[in-house]
């Protein structure tokens, strides 16, 4: 099990994607490098489209970033009666866990019951117990485990904080997490070095071209290259309506934007092994408690949003609603100096006029297509990402209308393994960590992001030992990652390294803060950065970081300096 050379060439570089945009002829030009885009360029490469893909800010910048890391089938969409919804969600779960086993894993879930002198109002019980029925036989008994009632102790030791005077009792589902940054990135990756797309991230569209005869003929970059293409995929989010209005030449505002933050906590203040859904008295939602690493978080929220679509903010108000909603239910109240990240997000939901809150409004996608033939793709979810996709390009193949559409008809992606799929199996086999010269925890971090190709980053580090230093102090991610995510991931900035190809942004706001300047030290040789450029870096991460703490009214926090210590 020997390491692969550190210097293998990447066709998902950014010389590379430009000189091809510029001189290629595509079939498909999709817009937009969030989860969804990244799963259509992806579908129409699988079923032998040339395909491109741009996206304004960087992979995943937008909402494919900010979510709840969960790939499950949306309990809470049975109140709803949303039965196909949900069968759906869950046969889609069960291909990401198939298809990247890497990236994607079960996790339980612990919906703890409360009520007074050891007694659960009965009603709740059965609401409860009937739903994960449902839940079981609609799809989630697919991960190999059925629901069950825990006992009071039983919850308790999955999350020793709940408020001991009020519990009763428990039930434990499964479903399933993901990094979504990283998943999205993935398929981007997947797309490119697997089926050669041409993907480009900082490249907004600013005009839609059109032929002779109206037809949707490609898109013009911001950087002014012309991509020429036969079908053009609107997949930007919430953006989407933004890129309507430069085809159809007016904003169709049927994007309803719902806010959803999350705030991370330090692990030793809730101290789970297992999510928890915990239910917020005042307004009946819930919010979901889950653990990733030595970290927390918790959200989210679900509100109606009519500001800025670039970086929404996570207000005072938004951490006091999910501080307030947590502590009801634990012991040891979080207070706002334990906050250590946040995280806001937008909901593309498709607009409804029967529905007054989002929360009310469906998850399901819609697909259309504009006069000029642009294809738009709104709504959903980051677990259908792939059903989207399959969809998207179902309705390309009808608008290329060509001999081949017989042979492009059916999508190709139901089985499709993510790249670093294969070899993951043997990485985490006994011994593999000797084997490859590095430690358990080591292998154990890179697999579980970087799946097979985790060899590359264990040949860069030993080809510069330094690399194998970590990047933010508390927290796993180490040096090399800063520079593979430069090589071989398309990253161009500090924020894209600490807020997407890690996620020390979220995990560790003030640490990954002052690491900022040693983080542009390791990428100013592979991105070709003077001092200048490197002090610049950092000191417009430390601004954004600031801005972002500041949104929230809270401190910089000492946590991870006390960890150190």
Not at 107 to 134: C, D, T
Request: proline content about 4%; glycine content about 8%.
């Amino acid at each position: 099990m020997t390491p692969i050379s550190p210097m293998i060439p990447s066709p998902f570089d950014r010389r590379s994607a430009l000189a091809r945009l510029a001189d290629e002829h595509f079939d498909v030009l999709v817009i937009g490098g969030g989860i969804t885009g990244a799963g259509v360029a992806l579908d129409a490469a699988a079923r032998g489209l040339r395909t491109a893909l741009v996206e304004r800010d960087d992979f995943a910048s937008g909402t494919s970033s900010k979510s709840s890391k969960l790939v499950h089938g949306g309990l809470r969409y049975l109140q709803q009666k949303e039965f196909v919804l949900v069968y759906e969600n869950l046969a889609e779960r069960q291909r990401l866990l198939e298809n990247a086993p890497h990236l994607v894993h079960p996790l339980p879930f612990l919906i703890p019951l409360f009520g007074k002198e050891g007694i659960v109002n009965k009603a709740v019980v059965r609401v409860y117990s009937n739903a994960l029925w449902v839940y079981d036989l609609t799809g989630g008994l697919r991960i190999g485990k059925l629901h069950k009632r825990v006992s009071r102790e039983e919850a308790l030791a999955h999350v020793p904080t709940l408020d001991t005077r009020r519990l009763v009792a428990g039930f434990l589902y499964y479903d399933a997490q993901t990094d979504d940054a990283r998943l999205t990135l993935t398929i981007a990756r997947t797309a490119a070095v697997d089926y050669g797309v041409a993907a480009l991230n900082h490249a907004g569209v600013t005009a839609v071209l059109k032929d002779a005869e109206g037809r949707a003929s490609g898109a013009r970059l911001d950087n002014g290259i012309e991509v020429r293409a036969r079908a053009v995929v609107n997949a930007a989010g919430v953006w989407s309506d933004d890129v309507r209005a430069l085809d159809e030449g007016r904003h169709p505002q049927t994007i309803r934007p719902a806010k959803g933050i999350h705030l991370t906590v330090p692990w030793s203040k809730v101290r789970c092994d297992i999510a928890a859904v915990i239910p917020v008295r005042k307004d009946g939602r819930s919010i979901f408690v889950v653990p990733w690493g030595d970290r927390v978080y918790i959200g989210t929220t679900d509100t109606d949003y009519d500001g800025p679509l670039d970086n929404p903010a996570c207000t005072p108000d938004d951490v006091a609603y999910l501080l307030d909603a947590v502590n009801a239910s634990l012991l040891e109240p979080l207070k706002e100096d334990d906050v250590l990240g946040t995280w806001a997000g937008l909901r593309p939901l498709v607009r409804d006029a029967k529905s007054e809150k989002t929360a009310d409004l469906s998850r399901r996608h819609e697909v259309g297509r504009s006069a000029s033939g642009v294809v738009t793709v709104t709504g959903g979810k980051l677990t259908t990402y792939r059903k989207m996709a399959a969809d998207s390009v179902d309705e390309v193949i009808g608008e290329l209308g060509d001999g081949r559409r017989s042979r492009l008809k059916r999508s190709r992606t139901k089985h499709l393994a993510l790249h670093g799929a294969h070899g993951t199996d043997e990485l985490r086999a006994p011994g593999a960590a000797a084997r490859m010269g590095t430690s358990d925890a080591v292998l154990e971090h890179l697999v579980g992001r970087y799946g097979g190709d985790a060899r590359t980053l264990l040949a860069m580090m030993a080809a510069q030992p330094a690399l194998a230093e970590p990047l933010v102090p508390t927290l796993p991610y180490l040096k090399v990652e800063a520079l593979y995510a430069a090589r071989y991931e398309m990253a161009t900035t500090v924020d894209d390294v600490l807020a997407r190809r890690t996620r020390a942004r979220l995990l560790a706001r003030d640490a990954s803060a002052d690491a900022a300047l040693d983080v542009a030290r390791v990428l100013a040789p592979e991105l070709g950065w003077s001092e200048a450029e490197v002090e610049s870096q950092a000191a417009s991460y430390r601004a954004a970081v600031a801005d972002e703490r500041a949104a929230g009214g809270l401190h910089e926090t000492g946590f991870d300096q006390m960890v150190r210590a």
